[in-house]
């Protein structure tokens, strides 16, 4: 499976930001599928999962901003993270995993991430 991610590299402000991963090589109806990323100088952070049933979940500290759409007719899906600050630099991987899990255990970094994108660096500057 191949994962591929993009969306704009510079997102201002308080604006949304929005990436979207295509999926080839396997379908988003099954596994499960996240969004993690890596400020700058820090680790791996949870943002979110979509289920193979569509079902999500959210990181407690990026839920009121977060949203996770899929399509599956395209096989895409989607990370909308609202109201952007400069805290929210970082490159953005989208990433699966085949068992899935509490959201405890990816927030703790207990899910094991079987294929990753490259991933896409995001700057958040007026």
């Known amino acids: ?5 993009s969306g704009p590299g510079l997102v201002k402000p308080s604006q949304t ?43 407690p500290s990026l839920k009121s901003r977060t949203s996770i759409l899929r399509d599956t007719s395209k096989n895409q899906f989607t990370l909308q993270l609202s109201s952007v600050t400069p805290e929210d630099t970082a490159v953005y991987y989208c990433v699966r995993d085949p068992k899935g899990g509490y959201p405890f255990d990816y927030e703790t970094g207990r899910i094991e991430f079987d294929s990753w994108g490259h991933g896409t660096q995001v700057t958040v500057s007026s």
């Open 17 to 59: 930001l929005s990436l979207t991963c295509t999926v080839s090589g396997g379908s988003i109806t099954t596994n499960y599928w996240s969004w993690i990323r890596q400020p700058p100088g820090k680790g791996l952070e949870w943002i979110g999962t979509v289920a193979y049933s569509g079902i999500t979940y959210y990181s």
């Open 1 to 5: 499976v191949q994962l591929q991610e």
